[in-house]
């Protein structure tokens, strides 16, 4: 097992190379110039020409490409054109609040959608059943950001129970972070528990068919344990999966909740560097989001050998 | 008291009461009194304001560097940091001396070869500061309060140019701060004006934090605007950044901030609903809509094809796309210049005022050989008001028969794609909107957008010695008469070449909570005097 963790890990290595060559190549050939966006609207072309030769971004392609690999391989992620700050300064700041938002939006996401894909799968064909498919066309069209409005408008503005926007951390205490996070989880998590609820529905239906299921029926399990203990554990595998590919999903749903409810997170910090043209920012939190997202799956797969004892690495 | 502060307090006094400490309340709501929450128009990403001459900036800065001096509201220089000047009779020697007492954040004392070193850092950048510095002889602290500024040739405008409030201001910083590149950013922020940044606080593109200077030392006069006393009435300002406004909404409505700099228009209306919102004019000198051409490039190298334009625009249809049907927050504008202002005029402005006339502009078009081409007009989706201009342009040109290559796309690749001189069908362009501050249309000093220098001008590149001629006598003038003929003289070259249209007067709103007092109408949002209950 440690063996193929390892060979995982390394693994990651030419995933990242390629993620940065196709980043770094992608912003060179984008339009748009930070140096004009430095320079203001009131600068003349020519300052505008000194800025871009003082950031270096006059420099060839391998030049610049080369350089900003080599300071990668020592574990700097440059500096920030606009604000000056290392780029992991910048992630620091803003790592917290989108964990933060993230960890409660899987935890709220699982904890509602396979709950809700079990009891679908139980009571096929009824009411309940048709009501939680309902629920998860509208987790699929409704967009984040109408979502996150709706919520804000009613238990913030109307309600008053909650803020409408910014985030607290945690050291400042468990209910103000709490308190911040709520209705931007739930706007989130929207999509994500149709999805989880959807194929825990479909993937339980397929479980309760079998055999073994009808022998613990028969030897008088109660539905409870039948559910939960036998056919949810048959069922976990592809609901792992479905999780753990429905990190994408957060990771670019937290973009549109921290714009919509002000919270400092990196999908922020992505999207105001992208139409800033800040091309340190942008590549370093893109080769992070690209190396969580490889960690994700990675669990997942030592996952599976919790729920699937046959499967070992 | 609302339901959500009853549940609070009851929690809290619950778990105090406990303890035996009841008295955290009452000083929370005071620390929160003199904590005064304020919504910027914009993302504060960096924090140099000879560096990086973003408005946002300026706004900023103007909290934490001092200038020598301020314009009033009535745009007049006054002293700030100056007790006293002297010019020689010549016109050709200024000595400035610095009052006494001021400091620096760091407690050093404010010297004269702070401000040599600053206001040299300040001309390399500055369009009024490199005039300076192209006849000035020499720049030198006589001693630690005074300093000399020899000139080759008279200029009357130097105490506007030093106390203008266009970017980037003449900001006095230490020495080693002032020492660095104009093309590099300074690494630390201490200023001696009446806030400290709190840069351990700062989260670029989130939070900006500053706090109150005790040592600064306000002028005697009244406040108006960059000039008299900045007394501070609050000890903590914190900037928070919401790129979306139903957000900002919100948050103002539900007292999570005191001051919102710019509120949407379409939000308006639910703010004024708010009885605890206070709505008003954020700035009187309001924004000139900016329809700009390619000069260098058919059709729009005819002036011909710009007149034609010219004559068919509509300034109601710009206007009412932008702010909407509110009559009172646009104003049709035949002119360069800010309304209601001294040096404003409408002199040579006819071709902008009554009815259109899109047959006679069809004829012009055709006789400077407009052929169908497509023009490439550049429209910044990610801009309300751009957006809302292009649409219209769109509709215009296509009324006129021409072609139009609509290219939607972001302020980020508008400004990279304006700066190309390529023909419109290689990178080029013809055509893209942008709006100018009034504040920086008042007179010719800082109004690049209307320079008519060829090569060397602002993007688009009109080319009219004509408008460079009156552009020189009004920086030449030394009576108020003198300038307002040289503006006049401007205007009329300026809607004769047609260096761009300016596609009307707007204004725009800005929205408080009403516990929050002494909020100025201003082209900078200026907190001194402003309190908080």
């Known amino acids: 097992m440690l063996a193929y963790i390892i060979r995982r890990i390394l693994a990651t290595i030419p995933v990242m190379v390629v993620v940065a060559l196709f980043v770094f190549s992608l912003l060179y050939i984008a339009p748009g110039d930070p140096a004009a966006v430095i320079a203001g609207d009131q600068a003349t072309p020519a300052d505008v020409e000194r800025i871009r030769a003082s950031l270096g ?4 392609f391998l030049v610049r490409f080369g350089a900003w690999a080599w300071d990668i391989v020592r574990g700097d992620l440059g500096t920030s054109i606009f604000t000056n700050l290392p780029v992991s300064l910048m992630i620091k700041q803003r790592i917290e609040p989108t964990l933060s938002l993230m960890i409660i939006t899987l935890l709220l996401a699982v ?15 009824s009411w309940i059943d048709r009501a939680v498919m309902v629920f998860a066309v509208f987790g699929f069209s409704v967009p984040v950001f109408v979502v996150g409005y709706l919520l804000a408008y009613v238990f913030a503005l109307e309600l008053d129970w909650l803020p409408v926007q910014g985030y ?9 972070w709490f308190e911040n996070l709520i209705l931007p989880a739930i706007a989130l998590g929207g999509v994500y528990i ?23 029926r028969a030897k008088g399990a109660n539905q409870g344990s039948i559910l939960f203990l036998h056919a949810l554990k048959n069922a976990a595998v592809p609901i792992v999966t479905v999780v753990g590919i429905g990190v994408a999903l957060l990771i670019g749903g937290a973009v549109v909740t921290e714009s919509v409810f002000a919270i400092p997170g990196l999908g922020r910090l992505t999207v105001d560097a992208i139409l800033r043209r800040d091309y340190p920012v942008i590549q370093g939190v893109i080769l992070l989001f690209s190396f969580v997202y490889v960690l994700v799956n990675l669990v997942v797969d ?8 046959r499967i070992r690495y | 008291m609302d339901r959500r502060t009853f549940l609070k307090a009851s929690a809290g006094i619950g778990a105090l009461a406990s303890t035996g400490g009841l008295s955290a309340p009452a000083l929370a709501q005071g620390a929160a009194a003199r904590t005064l929450r304020f919504v910027p128009q914009a993302n504060l990403a960096n924090f140099d304001p000879i560096w990086g001459t973003q408005y946002v900036v300026r706004n900023a800065s103007v909290l934490v560097w001092d200038t020598l001096y301020g314009v009033d509201d009535k745009l007049e220089p006054q002293r700030q940091m100056v007790e006293s000047e002297e010019v020689s009779a010549d016109g050709l020697t200024w000595t400035f001396k610095l009052r006494e007492g001021l400091r620096f954040h760091d407690g050093e004392r404010v010297l004269a070869k702070d401000c040599v070193a600053s206001l040299a850092r300040w001309c390399v950048r500055d369009g009024m500061g490199q005039m300076i510095r192209a006849i000035q002889e020499e720049l030198v602290a006589v001693d630690d309060r005074s300093f000399r500024w020899r000139l080759k040739s008279p200029y009357p405008k130097m105490l506007l140019a030093l106390g203008k409030n266009n970017t980037p201001m003449a900001f006095i910083m230490p020495e080693r701060l002032a020492r660095t590149d104009p093309f590099q950013q300074i690494t630390e922020f201490v200023g001696s004006g009446p806030m400290r940044f709190a840069r351990n606080e700062w989260v670029p593109g ?6 109150k200077f005790d040592q600064y030392q306000p002028r005697r006069e009244p406040a108006s605007w960059l000039a008299g006393g900045k007394r501070m009435l609050v000890d903590r300002i914190e900037w928070h950044i919401m790129p979306d406004p139903a957000t900002a909404s919100g948050a103002l409505q539900n007292g999570e901030v005191d001051w919102w700099e710019t509120p949407l228009t379409d939000l308006i209306p639910t703010l004024r609903r708010n009885r605890n919102i206070a709505v008003d004019i954020a700035d009187p000198l309001g924004n000139i809509g900016s329809f700009r051409f390619n000069h260098l490039h058919p059709p729009f190298s005819d002036v011909r094809a710009r007149r034609a334009v010219q004559m068919a625009l509509s300034q109601e249809d710009y206007m009412r796309a932008v702010v909407g049907d509110d009559n009172n927050m646009w104003r049709l504008l035949p002119s360069f210049f800010t309304p209601e202002t001294p040096l404003y005029t409408e002199a040579g402005g006819e071709p902008l005022k009554g009815p259109r006339n899109i047959d006679a502009a069809k004829r012009l078009l055709a006789e400077a050989g407009y052929s169908g081409q497509p023009i490439t007009v550049l429209v910044a989706q990610d801009q309300a008001p751009l957006k809302a201009m292009g649409e219209v342009t769109n509709a215009l040109l296509r009324s006129l028969g021409m072609n139009v290559d609509f290219v939607a796309t972001d302020w980020g690749t508008v400004g990279q794609r304006r700066s190309m001189k390529n023909p419109p069908g290689q990178g080029g362009w013809h055509i893209f909107h942008t709006w100018h501050a009034g504040a920086d249309c008042v007179n010719p000093a800082a109004y690049l957008a209307l320079r008519a220098n060829g090569e060397q001008a602002w993007f688009g590149w009109p080319s009219s010695a004509e408008v460079e001629a ?3 006598r009004w920086f030449a003038a030394t009576t108020l008469d003198q300038e307002k003929a040289a503006v006049a003289d ?13 596609n009307g007067f707007y204004l725009g709103y800005q929205a408080w909570r009403r516990n929050v007092t002494g909020v100025v109408k201003a082209p900078i949002p200026f907190f001194w005097g402003v309190a908080k209950s």
């Open chain 1, 57 to 60: 971004l006059d420099r060839p």
């Open chain 2, 470 to 472: 009156a552009r020189d």
């Open chain 2, 206 to 211: 989130a939070r900006s934090v500053f706090t």
């Open chain 1, 302 to 309: 030592l996952l599976y050998t919790l729920f699937d004892p």
């Open chain 1, 194 to 216: 149709a999805l989880i609820a959807r194929i825990t529905r479909a993937t339980m239906l397929e479980v309760l068919q079998q055999d073994y299921i009808r022998t613990a």
């Open chain 1, 168 to 176: 607290t951390a945690f050291s400042e205490g468990f209910g103000p």
């Open chain 2, 490 to 502: 401007m205007n009329r070259a300026a809607m004769q070449h047609v260096t761009y249209i300016p």
């Open chain 1, 111 to 125: 904890g509602i959608a396979v709950p809700m894909g079990v009891v679908a799968a139980w009571k096929a064909g």
